[in-house]
């Protein structure tokens, strides 16, 4: 049973998902998840040329302020650049952080975007339009891994005077964007500033945990709401092919006419059918109870007659003619008594009931062999069960002296195969056995269901319990006679 843990959940999932609530849950929630990704991939777009060009106006005043500085450190004479620098160091900084520094300081830079492109290609081409700079090395950098005055101190290191007021807002960590210009063979102008906006390099998707959780939760309080109607909804169209089943087992009841305006009129269509089939059963069944009532009597009055016949010929025939006569409506009423066998459904053991049959057959050698348990519980009605397995059993014994019968069990269905070793069925002659009186040979004497009856009936019990009784011939020798009892 452990075995078919995985298969039956597939299954469980594979029929949910073909049902009516299924398909519509998954829908839905495949059309809220799309148009949630749909209109915040739009926003997004939106938001994103928005921020470029607020970035790219931004950029072009912070790169004049740049060229401004620069322009006017290069204009001060050499020895007092150090001199102002230490002056804006003891002030506490202005808005850019400045330096003269003996060497390139090596930045470790942020990954690249497209605002960053924005704003470093906006702050080279000022420095070569206002100054004709060109060799002025751009970067971006964290101010945690921001390298100040040499490659060996960090913005981190240096008193808080110096530079912490222009770079650092805590608790945030914006961007630094860092220009450094030889101004001589030894000298390095260094600027260090703070980007306006502390998450303009951030990047966006539509698919980032808040997204994805705010698509969640929509996704789930629509199929909550969505369940709770559906349940509304399809619930009556549950009862109703639940009722449609259940008739077409022989058991008629009327069902509830309740829900939507369709499903009440399609409750009210089917009961009203219902009614009128049960009608036309009835009348069946009361017709043929006339018949065989009605016949009796002038058949036996006939026969009575024809025993008084002189010519032994006339005689003879007449008497022939009117078993024939008897056996036809016999037959017809056996045909309709043992199909509309009126019993309740309860659980049927077919295991035991072929292993009975089993032993009755096999009391004068061995000749019926049932292979395989019944697994779970079979739900139908038991008389009728025998009579089908009864009748395919007698023709496999009849026509090919032993059968084997095989029970394979599973949670859907029992399938039960019924294997013979006798000539078998010409192919286009298998669908034609099924017809009431019809018979493959002529002398059935022997046979317990001679009057060609027995398959026609069995077809129609396993029907009434919405399976199907099939015939197929094996490739060596034999016919193999499959009858299957869904469980529902």
Excluded at 7 to 21: A, F, G
Excluded at 111 to 131: A, H, M, W
Excluded at 278 to 287: A, I, P, S, T
Excluded at 297 to 316: K, N, S
Aim: proline share 5%; charged share 25%; glycine share 6%.
């Amino acid at each position: 049973m452990s075995a078919n843990g995985p298969e039956s959940q597939i299954s469980r999932i594979k029929r949910w998902s073909q049902s009516l609530t299924g398909q519509l849950l998954i829908i839905m929630a495949l059309g809220v998840a799309s148009a949630q990704f749909i209109s915040s991939t739009i926003w997004l777009r939106q938001l994103e040329s928005d921020t470029e060009e607020n970035v790219r106006e931004v950029s072009k005043h912070m790169a004049f302020r740049i060229a401004a500085t620069v322009s006017y450190f290069k204009s001060l004479p050499t020895n007092y650049r150090h001199i102002v620098i230490d002056q804006l160091q003891d002030m506490g900084g202005t808005r850019f952080f400045v330096t003269l520094n003996k060497e390139e300081i090596l930045i470790n830079p942020i990954p690249d975007s497209p605002l960053k492109d924005i704003v470093k290609n906006e702050v080279q081409s000022t420095l070569i339009k206002q100054l004709g700079i060109q060799n002025a090395q751009i970067a971006f950098s964290s101010p945690s891994d921001l390298h100040v005055i040499n490659n060996h101190t960090r913005l981190a290191d240096l008193p808080e005077r110096w530079g912490h007021h222009s770079l650092l807002v805590k608790p945030l960590t914006p961007p630094i964007i860092v220009i450094q210009i030889p101004i001589n063979e030894t000298d390095w102008l260094y600027l260090a500033s703070l980007m306006p906006d502390p998450y303009f390099l951030d990047g966006t998707s539509a698919l980032s945990g808040e997204r994805l959780f705010s698509m969640a939760m929509s996704v789930i309080t629509v199929l909550l709401l969505s369940i709770l109607i559906l349940r509304r909804v399809t619930r009556p169209l549950a009862s109703l092919a639940r009722a449609a089943e259940r008739f077409g087992q022989g058991d008629s009841e009327p069902i509830q006419e309740v829900g939507s305006v369709e499903v009440r009129n399609t409750a009210k269509a089917f009961n009203d059918m219902q009614r009128r089939i049960q009608r036309y059963l009835n009348d069946r069944e009361r017709l043929f109870a006339s018949i065989s009532h009605d016949l009796k009597t002038p058949i036996t009055r006939l026969h009575l007659r024809a025993e008084m016949l002189d010519d032994d010929t006339v005689r003879e025939a007449m008497i022939r003619d009117l078993e024939d006569l008897d056996m036809l409506v016999k037959g017809a009423l056996q045909s309709v008594k043992e199909t509309d066998i009126h019993e309740n459904r309860i659980e049927v053991n077919i295991s035991r009931m072929l292993k009975d049959m089993q032993y009755a057959v096999n009391i004068n050698g061995e000749r019926l062999t049932v292979i395989g348990e019944l697994e779970h519980t079979f739900i139908g009605k038991p008389l009728a069960i025998k009579r089908c397995l009864g009748n395919l059993v007698d023709n496999a014994l009849y026509y090919g002296k032993t059968a084997t019968v095989f029970i394979e069990d599973n949670e859907d269905e029992v399938c039960i195969r019924i294997c013979d070793q006798g000539p078998g069925i010409p192919s286009d002659k298998i669908d034609k056995v099924f017809q009431p009186y019809t018979r493959l040979t002529p002398d059935h004497s022997g046979h317990p269901g001679g009057m060609g009856l027995g398959l026609s009936i069995a077809r129609n019990i396993a029907r009434a319990h919405g399976g199907e009784v099939t015939l197929s011939n094996h490739p060596q020798q034999g016919l193999e006679a499959t009858i299957k009892l869904p469980r529902h």
